[in-house]
């Protein structure tokens, strides 16, 4: 089992770039969460795609951002028109189903930092 | 941030000794996570809590959901602890459950 793995490990782009950042989660995990870490803001909910569908986007900035999951091998979170406050280490993590309507253990991918000149 | 507070931010520990990590929560929290940030930045699972204790090896964790608070404890810290330690809380908001973290707490082990 690999884990959780995110590509690339590391993205530097230019102000107004397109930027795409990949997740594959843990095989047989439903649950896919996207956060944000920033010195300033710490660990930052994103999304979370259940069985790949989209089921709370609610920590996403409403423009330039969006995510997708187009099969239960991986995700994408794509920041279109990259700004320097877009500069963040982006993690993933997956999960299984939780029992009771509640999340279970989520684990982690290494992230890609994101540095936006 | 506010609805978890992590205690303390900061902590230096000489190897050998005993030491705890705190959260208070202001939010509901139905299950407690806790993660150790290592040097590389990869965040490792320590322990997912329902309300409870839970153990394994040097490490254990409580969660009192009525209390409202987490904590983990480290026995014989080693060098290999040295890293960030975040608790992270799941609460039901407007939009659905979320796992909210703590700002963590930055443990040194010196030898």
């Known amino acids: 089992n690999a884990g959780v793995i995110q590509t690339p490990r590391h993205k530097v782009t230019g102000k107004g770039q397109e930027a795409t950042l990949w997740c594959e989660p843990i095989s047989g995990h439903s649950a896919v969460f996207w956060y944000r870490q920033t010195i300033v803001q710490g660990l930052e909910f994103l999304t979370y795609f259940r069985n790949q569908a989209p089921i709370d986007d609610s920590g996403m900035p409403k423009e330039r951002f969006s995510a997708q999951m187009p099969n239960q091998s991986h995700s994408t979170l794509k920041i279109q028109s990259t700004q320097p406050q877009d500069s963040a280490v982006y993690l993933c993590?997956?999960?299984?189903?939780?029992?009771?309507?509640?999340?279970?253990?989520?684990?982690f991918g290494p992230g890609t930092r994101l540095t936006v000149l | 941030g506010d609805k978890v507070k992590q205690s303390p931010s900061a902590l230096s520990l000489q190897e050998g000794t005993n030491s705890a990590l705190r959260c208070n929560f202001s939010?509901?929290?139905?299950?407690v996570q806790w993660f150790l940030q290592n040097p590389r930045g990869s965040l490792i699972n320590l322990f997912y809590?329902?309300?409870g204790t839970k153990e394994n090896g040097r490490l254990k964790s409580a969660f009192d959901s009525k209390e409202s608070y987490s904590t983990l404890h480290i026995r014989d810290a080693q060098l290999e602890d040295s890293g960030t330690y975040f608790c992270a809380a799941e609460a039901y908001g407007s939009s659905g459950n979320k796992l909210i973290f703590g700002i963590g707490t930055l443990l040194s082990v010196k030898p």
């Open positions: 993590a997956s999960s299984l189903d939780g029992l009771g309507g509640r999340y279970a253990e989520q684990f």
């Open positions: 809590l329902v309300p």
């Open positions: 939010i509901a929290a139905t299950t």
